[in-house]
């Protein structure tokens, strides 16, 4: 998926709702725990719930190397299954990974070829090598630049003698490794007062935005400081939306939730877009 089908699918759907796939078996209902393969049965019924409302979904892919090969069995169904029915939505690999380059070549082939994930998450701390095996044609990275956890000030605000913070360098020097068309970064929304900062040297490239609901972030301040003409944003929602409920009803109330969600984005893309 290319960005321009991309700003396509935010613009139909008039939402820029990425919803996270964080399976965890212990906070599933019950009642699946009797399925087959009770984690794929899960993402299913979110799938179907809230395709309407979601132009990307995005496994953290923790939650399925947590139970070895039948989680990867339950990852790999479950990209297949938004492939084969919801084909125009877009699908990242929360992964994280980096490494020295032959190592991350290996990586670009199980999430790319191996399962077709459209991204995946890079941690560009090893530097370009460690990044350049994952662009692969048609495909996106998505670079850490700004995350949304508190540990975020240990490193990720380290000012350099030019008064320049590593999140501000690691922007700088990595968006020349590729360009708007295959490069995303990761910018989380508790540190949406940056985003102003963030679009002068990224002015067009999307942004990954995790952090609004549970962990406190405004999609307002979000939407007013990180938007762009094309929007250019997809705003992660996780346990907002998949563990909402636990009972039968789970699929019915993250419906829901991913609805508010975009009631929410259609405001804001008529305020700063339209």
């Not at 991309?6 to 212990?26: Q, Y």
């Not at 395709?51 to 070895?68: L, M, Q, R």
């Not at 044609?137 to 000030?153: P, Q, R, V, Y």
């Not at 007062?193 to 990954?208: G, V």
């Amino acid at each position: 998926m290319n960005k321009k089908e991309l700003f396509a699918e935010i613009l139909k759907k008039k939402s820029f709702l990425c919803v996270g796939l964080d399976t965890d078996l212990e906070k599933i209902p019950k009642f699946l725990l009797d399925k087959k393969d009770p984690i794929f049965e899960f993402n299913k019924e979110i799938i179907d719930a809230t395709s309407d409302f979601t132009v990307a979904y995005k496994p953290n892919i923790a939650f399925y190397e947590a139970y070895g090969l039948k989680g990867f069995e339950s990852l790999k169904k479950t990209v297949n299954y938004i492939k084969k029915f919801f084909p125009n939505i877009f699908v990242i690999a929360d992964a994280k990974r980096g490494d020295i380059g032959n190592t991350s070549k290996m990586y670009a082939k199980a999430f790319f070829e191996n399962m077709n994930f459209d991204a995946i998450t890079v941690n560009p701390y090893m530097g370009e090598d460690s990044v350049k095996p994952f662009f692969v044609k048609n495909k996106w990275l998505i670079i850490l630049a700004l995350t949304s956890n508190s540990g975020a000030f240990d490193f990720q605000f380290f000012e350099n003698e030019k008064k320049e913070k590593l999140f501000e360098k690691v922007l700088k020097t990595s968006k020349n490794w590729g360009d708007e068309n295959n490069l995303m970064y990761v910018v989380g929304a508790t540190k949406s007062k940056n985003l102003e900062k963030i679009r002068k040297i990224i002015p067009n490239h999307f942004l990954l935005v995790p952090g609004v609901g549970k962990q406190g972030g405004s999609l307002e301040e979000v939407a007013k400081f990180g938007m762009n003409k094309e929007c250019s944003l997809l705003v992660n929602s996780s346990r907002g939306i998949i563990f909402a409920d636990n009972t039968k009803n789970f699929s019915k109330i993250a419906r829901e939730k991913a609805k508010e969600l975009q009631n929410s984005m259609q405001n804001l893309l008529s305020k700063y877009l339209f």
